[in-house]
Protein backbone atom coordinates (compact mmCIF):
# COMPACT_ATOMS: atom_id res chain seq x y z
CA UNK A 1 0.00 0.00 0.00
CA UNK A 2 1.49 3.65 -0.42
CA UNK A 3 2.01 4.65 2.50
CA UNK A 4 1.89 8.40 1.57
CA UNK A 5 -1.21 8.08 -0.31
CA UNK A 6 -2.84 6.87 2.42
CA UNK A 7 -2.07 9.62 4.88
CA UNK A 8 -2.64 12.21 2.27
CA UNK A 9 -6.28 10.96 2.17
CA UNK A 10 -6.54 10.73 5.59
CA UNK A 11 -5.43 13.98 6.30
CA UNK A 12 -8.42 15.30 4.02
CA UNK A 13 -10.86 13.28 5.99
CA UNK A 14 -9.64 15.03 9.36
CA UNK A 15 -8.13 11.40 10.33
CA UNK A 16 -4.85 13.08 12.15
CA UNK A 17 -2.87 11.78 13.04
CA UNK A 18 -2.50 8.22 11.60
CA UNK A 19 -0.36 5.32 11.74
CA UNK A 20 0.07 2.35 9.89
CA UNK A 21 1.67 -1.18 11.60
CA UNK A 22 2.31 -4.12 9.33
CA UNK A 23 3.54 -7.27 10.68
CA UNK A 24 4.39 -9.91 8.46
CA UNK A 25 6.01 -13.72 9.32
CA UNK A 26 7.00 -16.81 7.70
CA UNK A 27 6.96 -19.93 9.68
CA UNK A 28 8.99 -23.29 8.85
CA UNK A 29 7.87 -26.22 11.07
CA UNK A 30 9.34 -29.68 11.37
CA UNK A 31 7.58 -32.91 13.24
CA UNK A 32 9.70 -36.30 13.18
CA UNK A 33 7.48 -39.38 14.78
CA UNK A 34 9.14 -43.05 13.93
CA UNK A 35 11.93 -42.12 11.60
CA UNK A 36 9.06 -40.13 9.22
CA UNK A 37 8.38 -36.73 8.63
CA UNK A 38 4.82 -36.75 10.84
CA UNK A 39 4.53 -33.03 9.33
CA UNK A 40 5.94 -30.04 7.38
CA UNK A 41 4.55 -26.79 6.87
CA UNK A 42 5.62 -23.58 5.90
CA UNK A 43 2.55 -20.56 6.50
CA UNK A 44 2.89 -17.23 5.74
CA UNK A 45 0.76 -14.57 7.55
CA UNK A 46 0.40 -11.06 9.24
CA UNK A 47 -1.03 -8.31 7.66
CA UNK A 48 -1.59 -4.16 8.20
CA UNK A 49 -3.20 -2.16 11.75
CA UNK A 50 -4.54 1.19 10.72
CA UNK A 51 -5.38 3.28 13.59
CA UNK A 52 -5.68 7.28 13.47
CA UNK A 53 -7.61 9.72 15.51
CA UNK A 54 -10.92 11.21 14.43
CA UNK A 55 -13.52 13.48 16.34
CA UNK A 56 -10.81 13.14 19.46
CA UNK A 57 -11.48 9.23 19.13
CA UNK A 58 -8.83 6.49 17.95
CA UNK A 59 -10.16 4.37 15.31
CA UNK A 60 -8.86 1.24 14.28
CA UNK A 61 -9.15 -1.09 10.83
CA UNK A 62 -7.45 -4.05 10.02
CA UNK A 63 -6.46 -5.89 6.68
CA UNK A 64 -4.52 -8.71 5.66
CA UNK A 65 -4.30 -7.27 1.70
CA UNK A 66 -2.41 -3.84 1.36
CA UNK A 67 -3.42 -3.12 -1.65
CA UNK A 68 -3.79 0.45 -2.63
CA UNK A 69 -7.66 -0.33 -3.73
CA UNK A 70 -8.09 -0.77 0.26
CA UNK A 71 -7.37 2.73 0.94
CA UNK A 72 -11.25 4.20 1.03
CA UNK A 73 -12.80 1.52 2.35
CA UNK A 74 -10.06 1.62 4.99
CA UNK A 75 -10.39 4.74 6.62
CA UNK A 76 -14.05 4.77 5.78
CA UNK A 77 -13.93 1.41 8.72
CA UNK A 78 -11.99 3.42 10.67
CA UNK A 79 -14.00 6.20 10.91
CA UNK A 80 -17.12 4.31 11.36
CA UNK A 81 -15.16 2.55 14.21
CA UNK A 82 -13.83 5.75 16.13
CA UNK A 83 -17.71 7.13 15.85
CA UNK A 84 -19.09 3.64 17.30
CA UNK A 85 -16.95 4.36 20.59
CA UNK A 86 -18.39 5.19 23.43
CA UNK A 87 -15.79 5.60 26.38
CA UNK A 88 -13.92 8.89 26.49
CA UNK A 89 -10.69 7.65 27.07
CA UNK A 90 -6.88 9.23 26.38
CA UNK A 91 -6.13 8.47 22.72
CA UNK A 92 -2.27 8.89 21.59
CA UNK A 93 0.20 8.36 18.42
CA UNK A 94 3.73 8.80 19.50
CA UNK A 95 5.50 10.79 17.12
CA UNK A 96 8.94 8.77 18.23
CA UNK A 97 12.14 9.43 19.65
CA UNK A 98 15.07 10.48 18.26
CA UNK A 99 17.67 7.62 18.60
CA UNK A 100 16.83 4.25 19.20
CA UNK A 101 19.74 1.67 20.36
CA UNK A 102 20.55 -1.34 18.86
CA UNK A 103 20.04 -5.55 20.11
CA UNK A 104 22.70 -7.54 19.69
CA UNK A 105 21.25 -10.35 17.99
CA UNK A 106 23.19 -13.89 16.84
CA UNK A 107 22.71 -14.76 13.35
CA UNK A 108 20.11 -17.84 13.03
CA UNK A 109 21.85 -19.91 11.03
CA UNK A 110 19.09 -22.58 10.89
CA UNK A 111 16.81 -19.78 8.85
CA UNK A 112 19.04 -20.77 5.41
CA UNK A 113 19.32 -24.62 6.73
CA UNK A 114 17.30 -27.18 3.91
CA UNK A 115 14.50 -28.89 5.41
CA UNK A 116 17.04 -32.56 4.56
CA UNK A 117 19.24 -31.09 7.40
CA UNK A 118 16.51 -30.25 9.90
CA UNK A 119 15.15 -33.49 9.08
CA UNK A 120 18.05 -35.77 9.61
CA UNK A 121 19.00 -33.84 12.57
CA UNK A 122 15.17 -34.71 14.08
CA UNK A 123 16.11 -38.50 13.28
CA UNK A 124 19.18 -38.66 15.29
CA UNK A 125 17.90 -37.23 17.73
CA UNK A 126 14.80 -39.51 17.93
CA UNK A 127 17.21 -42.28 17.20
CA UNK A 128 19.52 -41.94 20.00
CA UNK A 129 16.67 -40.65 22.62
CA UNK A 130 14.78 -44.41 21.38
CA UNK A 131 18.36 -45.98 22.26
CA UNK A 132 19.65 -44.59 25.15
CA UNK A 133 17.87 -46.32 27.76
CA UNK A 134 15.58 -49.21 28.03
CA UNK A 135 13.51 -47.50 30.34
CA UNK A 136 12.30 -44.90 27.35
CA UNK A 137 9.38 -46.84 25.47
CA UNK A 138 8.44 -44.15 23.14
CA UNK A 139 9.64 -40.85 21.87
CA UNK A 140 6.66 -39.13 21.26
CA UNK A 141 7.76 -35.87 18.94
CA UNK A 142 11.12 -34.35 17.72
CA UNK A 143 9.82 -30.56 16.66
CA UNK A 144 11.68 -27.90 15.27
CA UNK A 145 10.18 -24.28 13.95
CA UNK A 146 12.05 -21.41 12.48
CA UNK A 147 10.19 -18.38 12.56
CA UNK A 148 11.30 -14.96 10.93
CA UNK A 149 8.66 -11.76 11.22
CA UNK A 150 9.16 -8.21 10.01
CA UNK A 151 7.77 -5.18 11.65
CA UNK A 152 7.17 -2.12 10.40
CA UNK A 153 5.91 1.08 11.91
CA UNK A 154 5.25 4.68 9.96
CA UNK A 155 3.05 7.53 11.36
CA UNK A 156 2.22 11.07 9.80
CA UNK A 157 3.98 12.65 12.64
CA UNK A 158 7.61 11.03 11.05
CA UNK A 159 8.18 8.26 12.57
CA UNK A 160 9.51 5.19 9.58
CA UNK A 161 10.56 2.63 11.83
CA UNK A 162 11.69 -1.23 10.66
CA UNK A 163 12.90 -3.91 12.48
CA UNK A 164 13.49 -8.13 11.52
CA UNK A 165 13.29 -11.39 14.28
CA UNK A 166 14.01 -14.62 13.38
CA UNK A 167 14.13 -17.36 16.42
CA UNK A 168 14.77 -21.06 16.51
CA UNK A 169 12.49 -23.74 18.55
CA UNK A 170 13.51 -27.23 18.99
CA UNK A 171 11.79 -29.93 21.58
CA UNK A 172 11.69 -33.67 21.97
CA UNK A 173 8.95 -35.38 24.02
CA UNK A 174 9.62 -39.19 25.67
CA UNK A 175 7.72 -41.64 27.75
CA UNK A 176 9.81 -43.98 29.85
CA UNK A 177 8.30 -46.69 32.01
CA UNK A 178 9.26 -48.87 34.60
CA UNK A 179 7.20 -51.45 36.93
CA UNK A 180 3.90 -50.32 35.83
CA UNK A 181 4.94 -46.24 36.30
CA UNK A 182 5.00 -43.89 33.41
CA UNK A 183 6.57 -40.84 33.01
CA UNK A 184 6.98 -38.18 30.13
CA UNK A 185 9.30 -35.41 29.87
CA UNK A 186 10.30 -33.07 27.38
CA UNK A 187 13.30 -30.68 26.91
CA UNK A 188 13.02 -27.20 24.84
CA UNK A 189 16.15 -25.23 23.11
CA UNK A 190 16.18 -21.90 21.52
CA UNK A 191 19.36 -22.34 18.94
CA UNK A 192 20.70 -20.56 16.22
CA UNK A 193 22.87 -23.24 14.85
CA UNK A 194 23.13 -27.10 15.01
CA UNK A 195 26.38 -26.69 17.06
CA UNK A 196 23.97 -24.56 19.81
CA UNK A 197 22.73 -28.17 20.80
CA UNK A 198 25.09 -31.20 20.44
CA UNK A 199 22.78 -34.19 20.34
CA UNK A 200 24.21 -36.83 22.59
CA UNK A 201 24.09 -33.35 24.90
CA UNK A 202 20.75 -32.81 25.16
CA UNK A 203 19.68 -36.96 24.49
CA UNK A 204 21.57 -37.26 27.80
CA UNK A 205 20.03 -34.58 29.84
CA UNK A 206 16.29 -35.93 28.57
CA UNK A 207 17.44 -39.19 29.36
CA UNK A 208 18.09 -37.93 32.88
CA UNK A 209 15.78 -36.05 33.20
CA UNK A 210 12.56 -38.68 32.66
CA UNK A 211 14.20 -41.53 34.30
CA UNK A 212 14.85 -39.78 37.17
CA UNK A 213 11.06 -39.60 37.71
CA UNK A 214 9.92 -43.18 37.54
CA UNK A 215 8.59 -44.85 40.72
CA UNK A 216 7.71 -41.60 42.43
CA UNK A 217 6.28 -41.59 45.73
CA UNK A 218 4.45 -38.76 47.52
CA UNK A 219 5.60 -37.12 50.72
CA UNK A 220 3.77 -36.69 54.23
CA UNK A 221 1.59 -33.10 54.57
CA UNK A 222 3.32 -30.37 55.68
CA UNK A 223 5.60 -27.37 55.69
CA UNK A 224 9.11 -28.56 53.66
CA UNK A 225 12.20 -26.20 52.65
CA UNK A 226 11.39 -25.79 48.72
CA UNK A 227 13.99 -25.23 46.16
CA UNK A 228 11.51 -23.78 43.04
CA UNK A 229 13.81 -25.14 40.03
CA UNK A 230 14.59 -22.74 37.05
CA UNK A 231 11.83 -23.44 34.84
CA UNK A 232 9.30 -24.16 37.80
CA UNK A 233 9.86 -20.33 39.46
CA UNK A 234 9.85 -18.91 35.74
CA UNK A 235 6.44 -20.43 35.21
CA UNK A 236 5.25 -19.02 38.60
CA UNK A 237 6.50 -15.97 38.33
CA UNK A 238 5.34 -15.03 34.30
CA UNK A 239 2.07 -16.00 35.96
CA UNK A 240 2.12 -12.97 38.12
CA UNK A 241 3.86 -10.33 35.73
CA UNK A 242 0.67 -8.61 35.88
CA UNK A 243 1.39 -7.42 39.09
CA UNK A 244 3.64 -4.86 37.74
CA UNK A 245 0.85 -4.06 34.89
CA UNK A 246 0.34 -0.23 34.86
CA UNK A 247 -3.15 -0.73 33.61
CA UNK A 248 -3.97 -3.03 36.07
CA UNK A 249 -2.30 -0.48 38.92
CA UNK A 250 -4.47 2.19 37.70
CA UNK A 251 -7.51 0.32 37.69
CA UNK A 252 -6.87 -1.06 41.07
CA UNK A 253 -6.46 -4.61 40.06
CA UNK A 254 -2.99 -4.94 41.34
CA UNK A 255 -2.06 -5.49 44.58
CA UNK A 256 0.78 -3.73 44.27
CA UNK A 257 -1.09 -0.57 43.93
CA UNK A 258 0.27 1.53 46.67
CA UNK A 259 3.38 -0.20 46.78
CA UNK A 260 5.77 1.94 45.18
CA UNK A 261 9.10 2.29 47.08
CA UNK A 262 8.05 0.01 49.48
CA UNK A 263 9.62 -3.51 50.32
CA UNK A 264 7.36 -5.70 48.59
CA UNK A 265 9.67 -8.70 48.44
CA UNK A 266 12.87 -10.35 50.16
CA UNK A 267 16.31 -7.93 49.92
CA UNK A 268 17.77 -11.10 47.55
CA UNK A 269 15.30 -9.98 44.54
CA UNK A 270 15.97 -7.77 42.02
CA UNK A 271 13.73 -8.37 39.08
CA UNK A 272 14.71 -6.38 35.95
CA UNK A 273 13.16 -5.85 32.16
CA UNK A 274 15.59 -5.70 29.86
CA UNK A 275 14.37 -5.90 25.94
CA UNK A 276 17.96 -5.42 24.90
CA UNK A 277 19.45 -8.13 26.43
CA UNK A 278 21.73 -10.09 24.20
CA UNK A 279 19.43 -13.17 22.43
CA UNK A 280 16.60 -11.93 24.47
CA UNK A 281 13.42 -13.95 23.20
CA UNK A 282 11.68 -10.81 23.71
CA UNK A 283 14.55 -8.51 23.08
CA UNK A 284 13.70 -5.23 20.66
CA UNK A 285 14.67 -1.60 20.38
CA UNK A 286 11.08 -0.61 20.35
CA UNK A 287 7.90 -1.95 21.10
CA UNK A 288 4.64 -1.31 18.86
CA UNK A 289 3.77 2.01 19.73
CA UNK A 290 7.54 3.29 18.10
CA UNK A 291 8.75 3.93 22.05
CA UNK A 292 12.23 3.51 22.05
CA UNK A 293 13.33 0.23 24.63
CA UNK A 294 15.37 0.41 27.50
CA UNK A 295 16.94 -1.55 30.60
CA UNK A 296 14.48 -1.03 33.64
CA UNK A 297 14.74 -2.50 37.43
CA UNK A 298 11.43 -3.36 38.28
CA UNK A 299 12.61 -4.68 41.59
CA UNK A 300 15.36 -3.15 43.37
CA UNK A 301 16.43 -5.80 46.80
CA UNK A 302 13.19 -6.25 47.25
CA UNK A 303 11.73 -2.84 46.98
CA UNK A 304 9.66 -1.97 44.07
CA UNK A 305 10.51 0.62 41.99
CA UNK A 306 8.38 0.56 38.80
CA UNK A 307 5.11 -0.18 36.82
CA UNK A 308 5.37 -0.76 33.10
CA UNK A 309 3.36 0.84 30.51
CA UNK A 310 2.35 2.01 27.61
CA UNK A 311 1.04 5.50 26.18
CA UNK A 312 -2.38 4.62 27.27
CA UNK A 313 -2.09 3.65 31.37
CA UNK A 314 1.43 6.02 30.87
CA UNK A 315 -1.03 9.19 30.71
CA UNK A 316 -3.53 7.75 33.34
CA UNK A 317 -0.34 7.51 35.50
CA UNK A 318 0.68 11.46 34.84
CA UNK A 319 3.88 9.25 34.02
CA UNK A 320 6.08 7.91 30.49
CA UNK A 321 5.63 4.90 29.05
CA UNK A 322 8.33 2.43 29.43
CA UNK A 323 8.12 1.35 26.43
CA UNK A 324 6.25 -1.77 26.77
CA UNK A 325 3.08 -1.33 24.71
CA UNK A 326 3.10 -4.28 22.50
CA UNK A 327 0.24 -5.83 20.36
CA UNK A 328 -0.57 -9.88 20.40
CA UNK A 329 -0.67 -9.68 17.01
CA UNK A 330 -1.28 -6.94 14.51
CA UNK A 331 -5.10 -6.89 14.61
CA UNK A 332 -4.92 -6.51 18.52
CA UNK A 333 -5.15 -3.58 20.37
CA UNK A 334 -2.09 -2.80 22.30
CA UNK A 335 -1.65 -3.65 25.36
CA UNK A 336 0.99 -4.11 27.94
CA UNK A 337 3.97 -6.64 28.17
CA UNK A 338 6.64 -7.60 29.68
CA UNK A 339 9.59 -8.42 27.47
CA UNK A 340 12.84 -10.26 28.96
CA UNK A 341 11.51 -10.05 32.62
CA UNK A 342 13.87 -12.11 35.04
CA UNK A 343 14.77 -12.28 38.54
CA UNK A 344 18.67 -11.63 38.80
CA UNK A 345 20.71 -14.30 39.69
CA UNK A 346 23.64 -14.85 41.86
CA UNK A 347 26.80 -17.02 42.25
CA UNK A 348 25.41 -19.80 43.87
CA UNK A 349 25.20 -22.97 42.21
CA UNK A 350 22.03 -25.11 42.16
CA UNK A 351 23.69 -28.03 43.43
CA UNK A 352 24.98 -25.52 46.64
CA UNK A 353 21.35 -24.79 46.83
CA UNK A 354 20.20 -28.78 47.59
CA UNK A 355 23.55 -28.68 49.87
CA UNK A 356 22.06 -25.88 51.93
CA UNK A 357 18.53 -26.85 52.34
CA UNK A 358 19.33 -30.10 53.69
CA UNK A 359 16.39 -31.49 53.68
CA UNK A 360 13.64 -30.59 51.73
CA UNK A 361 11.57 -30.66 48.18
CA UNK A 362 13.02 -29.97 45.13
CA UNK A 363 10.03 -28.95 42.72
CA UNK A 364 10.69 -29.05 39.13
CA UNK A 365 6.82 -29.62 37.54
CA UNK A 366 4.03 -27.37 38.44
CA UNK A 367 0.74 -27.45 36.34
CA UNK A 368 -3.00 -26.20 36.19
CA UNK A 369 -1.67 -22.59 36.42
CA UNK A 370 -4.79 -21.16 34.58
CA UNK A 371 -7.28 -22.85 37.57
CA UNK A 372 -4.78 -23.02 40.75
CA UNK A 373 -3.76 -19.65 41.18
CA UNK A 374 -5.51 -16.23 41.17
CA UNK A 375 -3.57 -13.55 39.72
CA UNK A 376 -5.76 -10.66 42.04
CA UNK A 377 -4.99 -11.89 45.30
CA UNK A 378 -1.84 -13.78 44.47
CA UNK A 379 -2.67 -17.25 46.05
CA UNK A 380 -2.28 -20.27 44.34
CA UNK A 381 -2.76 -23.85 44.88
CA UNK A 382 -0.94 -26.56 42.21
CA UNK A 383 -0.20 -30.18 41.18
CA UNK A 384 3.69 -30.25 41.62
CA UNK A 385 6.40 -32.76 41.35
CA UNK A 386 9.83 -33.06 41.98
CA UNK A 387 12.60 -34.98 44.41
CA UNK A 388 13.00 -35.48 48.45
CA UNK A 389 16.10 -34.53 49.72
CA UNK A 390 17.51 -35.54 52.64
CA UNK A 391 21.12 -34.72 53.90
CA UNK A 392 21.92 -32.07 51.04
CA UNK A 393 21.50 -35.47 48.61
CA UNK A 394 18.24 -36.01 46.11
CA UNK A 395 17.41 -39.72 47.40
CA UNK A 396 14.11 -40.25 45.34
CA UNK A 397 11.17 -38.96 43.28
CA UNK A 398 8.01 -37.62 44.40
CA UNK A 399 4.57 -36.80 42.58
CA UNK A 400 0.75 -36.22 43.94
CA UNK A 401 1.70 -33.48 46.00
CA UNK A 402 0.23 -30.14 45.82
CA UNK A 403 2.17 -26.86 46.83
CA UNK A 404 -0.44 -23.74 47.88
CA UNK A 405 1.03 -20.29 48.82
CA UNK A 406 0.58 -16.45 48.15
CA UNK A 407 3.32 -15.22 46.04
CA UNK A 408 3.71 -11.76 47.56
CA UNK A 409 4.47 -13.59 50.74
CA UNK A 410 6.48 -16.18 49.71
CA UNK A 411 8.79 -13.59 48.26
CA UNK A 412 9.40 -12.40 51.34
CA UNK A 413 10.61 -16.36 52.79
CA UNK A 414 13.50 -16.25 50.25
CA UNK A 415 16.54 -17.92 51.59
CA UNK A 416 18.81 -17.99 48.53
CA UNK A 417 18.78 -17.17 45.07
CA UNK A 418 20.49 -19.66 42.68
CA UNK A 419 22.68 -18.89 39.41
CA UNK A 420 21.14 -21.17 36.73
CA UNK A 421 19.07 -18.68 35.36
CA UNK A 422 17.55 -19.45 31.31
CA UNK A 423 16.12 -18.22 28.82
CA UNK A 424 12.23 -19.35 28.73
CA UNK A 425 9.96 -19.29 26.16
CA UNK A 426 8.00 -16.77 27.71
CA UNK A 427 8.97 -13.56 28.85
CA UNK A 428 9.52 -14.54 32.41
CA UNK A 429 12.50 -16.41 33.40
CA UNK A 430 13.90 -16.89 37.22
CA UNK A 431 16.86 -18.99 38.68
CA UNK A 432 16.28 -21.68 40.81
CA UNK A 433 15.08 -20.40 44.48
CA UNK A 434 15.77 -21.88 47.69
CA UNK A 435 12.66 -20.74 50.00
CA UNK A 436 12.76 -21.41 53.77
CA UNK A 437 8.97 -22.63 53.96
CA UNK A 438 6.19 -23.76 51.83
CA UNK A 439 3.26 -25.65 51.81
CA UNK A 440 3.02 -29.17 50.62
CA UNK A 441 0.15 -31.54 50.63
CA UNK A 442 0.74 -35.01 49.75
CA UNK A 443 -0.32 -38.30 51.88
Known amino acids: MNISKLMEKAKALQI ?16 VFAQKVDALTIAQSGGMAIRGIYNGKMGYCFVEEDSDDNIDTCLQMLMENAKSLELDEPSFIYAGDNEYPSVEVTENQLVNVDASEKIAYLKE ?13 QVMGSLMETQQVQTQIYNSLGMDLHKQESY ?37 KLKEKVCSKLNATQVKTGKYKVILKNNAMSSLLGAFTGLFDGEQVYKGISKLKDKMNEMIFDEKITILDDPLKKDGINSTPFDDEGVTSYT ?33 GYASSVGIHPTNFYIQPSDVSFDALVEQMDCGLIIDEINGLHAGLNPITTDFS ?33 EVVGSDLEDALSSASAPSILFTSLSISGE
Open 125 to 137: VESKLAQSDPRIV
Open 16 to 31: DPIEVYIQKSEKQSIE
Open 382 to 414: LQAAGYYVENGKIVKPVNLITVAGNFLEMMKEV
Open 168 to 204: TVFYSSVLAQENNDNKSAYEIKVMHSFDECPIDEYVE
Open 296 to 328: KTVVENGVLKLFLHNQKSAAQMNTTSTGNGFKS
